[in-house]
C-alpha cells in the first residue's frame, strides 16, 4: 500500500516513448530532469506570487523554487515572461521578474521574434513577441511610491470624458478612473479593441493633439 501511494501518472508512461510534452507544476518537477525545459510567466506578482511579496522568508522560498525548477534542464532552458496578459478578465501590464534579473548575463542567450495574432482578433497586427533581454531589465520600485516616470502624461490630467491615445489600441476615451496612489486604474473605450482597464502607471496613456 505504501508502494502504491507513491506511484503517479509518470510510473504509467511507456517510458520509449520520449518525443512528447510533459506539463506540470514546480513542486511536482522535483527530482525530473528533462532535456528542454519552457518556464513561462516569469512575472512580478506570478513568480514571485504577490502572495510571497510580504516577508524576506516567503520571497527566498520563491527563489528556490525558481532554482528547482531552472535546474531541471539538461540540454537547454528556455524562459518567457507576457509583457501583458489578461487576469481576471482585465488586461494588465507586467514587469519582468526579478529573479531573471539575478541570472548572470553570461547564460543568456537573446533572442527576438515576431508574431501573427488570430486574424479578426482587436489586436490582430504584427507585435515583437514578449523576450527576456537582460540589459532591459531594471529594479523593481517601491510598490508604495507611483513611479512619475512610468506616465507620458500626468496622471492627474486623466479624468472621465479625456480623450487619450495609447500606442497598442490607439485613440479612446476615458470613461471612469478609480484607485489612489501607485494604484490608479482608468476605464477606457477604445475605437478599436473596446473598453479597457488600464493600471495607469503602466498603460503610458497621452492626451489626444498633446
Given at each position: 500500500?505504501?508502494?502504491?501511494a507513491l506511484l503517479t501518472d509518470a ?8 518525443n512528447k510534452v510533459t506539463m506540470m ?186
Amino acid at each position: 500500500m505504501q508502494e502504491i501511494a507513491l506511484l503517479t501518472d509518470a510510473d504509467s508512461d511507456d517510458k520509449e516513448d520520449t518525443n512528447k510534452v510533459t506539463m506540470m507544476t514546480i513542486h511536482a518537477a522535483k527530482g525530473l530532469e528533462f532535456p528542454y525545459v519552457f518556464i513561462v510567466g516569469l512575472e512580478e506578482n506570478l513568480f514571485p506570487s504577490i502572495m510571497a511579496l510580504q516577508t524576506r522568508a516567503e520571497i527566498e522560498e520563491e527563489r528556490r523554487l525558481f532554482y528547482v525548477a531552472i535546474t531541471r534542464a539538461e540540454k537547454r532552458l528556455t524562459l518567457s515572461y507576457a509583457e501583458s496578459r489578461y487576469r481576471w478578465g482585465n488586461l494588465t501590464s507586467n514587469e519582468p521578474s526579478r529573479f531573471l534579473e539575478e541570472i548572470d548575463e553570461a547564460y543568456i542567450e537573446q533572442t527576438t521574434r515576431r508574431v501573427q495574432l488570430n486574424p479578426g482578433s482587436p489586436s490582430s497586427v504584427m507585435q515583437k513577441a514578449p523576450t527576456f533581454i537582460k540589459k532591459s531589465l531594471k529594479k523593481l520600485a517601491d510598490d508604495n511610491q507611483p513611479n512619475a516616470e512610468a506616465y507620458d502624461t500626468p496622471v492627474e490630467l486623466i479624468q472621465p470624458g479625456v480623450e487619450v491615445e495609447h500606442e497598442r489600441f490607439g485613440k479612446g476615451k476615458v470613461l471612469s478612473v478609480e484607485g489612489n496612489g501607485p494604484n490608479i486604474k482608468a476605464t477606457v473605450f477604445f475605437a478599436i479593441v473596446g473598453q479597457k482597464q488600464l493600471l495607469l502607471k503602466f498603460a503610458k496613456l497621452r492626451i489626444k493633439g498633446s
